[in-house]
């Protein structure tokens, strides 16, 4: 029988360069790491290599990860205000176009350029062999294989800008300006780290129907850039209908309004002010304690003196179980996208405790307008 102390558990999955420095951070600490590929086979799992550990390690590790800030990206003194630019994740599913159509529109809309993206990955075996003519051959195998899928990608996007510019031509999309771009690495890392450069006022995403997210087994992209992304994200679900995005006449937005959501409102509103939509503000827990009379009356008061020409109104969720509540709330007031904001968890809780906006993404079909908090 397997001893408890001597089983294997994945601690985080990346590119293997970021695999390796991880695993050397790690092993200063005197922490065993073994690193393993992740199966290809698998479409719907992202592509890396697996970070591994015992078990026995985990706390130790989490506290090395969160006290170094390995990962995150360094504190730049007067960055410059964001663009007029949207980012559009593709993986040339039917859902990218989806999302490709809402995100032109709402470039339109802003008078904004588009930039169209995809994050490819290219699996590499590092090669150890000991003898000349073995290494050489295993090194052009790779170089084939990198090219190859290269040439695919390349293939793909392609196809799909010419259907880009086939619809802007029909009229199905407005005219405006866009380009592509195509990056090797695993999906999640590369869009959040181009996001940096880019500086877009918005990321608009694809995701597949709810009853079809039970199958990632991982989780998906887009749930893991939301976790993480500074930058508002604008999910589209494969089941929408066009002009839930393209004319939202009914906005929510889920909040508790401590002081962090009351900022991100702010954000929120700048974001959807081109509509001439009813705002619709919902608590985001079933508890009744947070939406008391009085509480309500103050924060009418507040939101009167500083959006006086917006349309908003107030609903408290039904008891229950909330995923339910919002799905009534949804039907009864016709929402068009739901807005709400992520807070930045430290990995142990985004590891066995998702947050609201990813509970959201894998039981909705609604498109979620996410901000960072």
């Known amino acids: 029988m397997e001893n408890k102390e001597d089983k294997l558990i994945t601690l985080a999955i990346h590119t293997f360069e970021k695999a390796q420095i991880l695993k050397t951070i790690l092993e200063t600490e005197g922490i065993e790491v073994y690193i393993h590929n992740v199966n290809q086979i698998q479409p719907v799992v992202s592509a890396g290599v697996r970070v591994r550990i015992k078990e026995s390690d985990l706390p130790h590790a989490l506290r090395i990860i969160e006290d170094s800030k390995w990962l995150d990206e360094p504190q730049e003194e007067n960055k410059p205000a964001r663009d007029k630019k949207i980012l559009i994740p593709i993986d040339f599913s039917d859902y990218s176009m ?32 000991p003898f000349g003519d073995t290494l050489a051959y295993y090194q052009v195998n790779e170089e084939e294989t990198v090219q190859s899928i290269l040439k695919r990608v390349q293939t793909d996007m392609e196809n ?13 999309l407005p005219d405006v300006k866009y380009d592509y771009l195509l990056r090797e690495g695993l999906p999640e890392e590369e869009i959040i780290s181009y996001s940096k450069e880019y500086r877009p006022l918005m990321v608009v995403m694809g995701t597949r129907g709810s009853n079809q997210k039970d199958l990632d087994l991982i989780g998906s992209v887009t749930a893991e850039i939301i976790e993480v992304s500074k930058i508002p994200v604008l999910t589209v679900p494969e089941n929408v209908r066009y002009e839930s995005c393209r004319k939202a006449r009914n906005i929510a937005f889920a909040t508790s309004f401590d002081q962090k959501d009351l900022v991100a409102f702010d954000a929120f509103m700048d974001l959807v002010k081109t509509f001439d939509a009813q705002i619709h503000l919902f608590n985001i827990s079933t508890s009744k304690d947070e939406w008391n009379e009085i509480r309500l009356t103050g924060i009418k008061e507040y939101f009167k003196k500083q959006y006086p020409d917006a349309k ?18 949804v039907r009864e007031k016709h929402i068009d996208i739901i807005g709400l904001t992520t807070h930045r968890r430290n990995i142990l809780a985004r590891m066995f405790n998702p947050g609201i906006a990813r509970k959201m993404l894998f039981h909705t079909d609604t498109p979620l307008l996410v901000l960072h908090a």
């Open 98 to 129: 989806k999302a490709i159509d809402v995100g032109f529109h709402y470039a339109d809309r802003l008078g904004a350029e588009v930039m169209i993206i995809h994050a490819y990955f290219s699996p590499y075996f590092p090669t150890a062999a």
């Open 160 to 172: 799909m800008c010419m259907q880009v510019s086939r619809k802007i031509k029909s009229g199905e």
């Open 312 to 329: 908003i109104e107030y609903t408290v969720l039904n008891d229950g179980d909330l995923m339910d509540a919002v799905e009534s709330f």
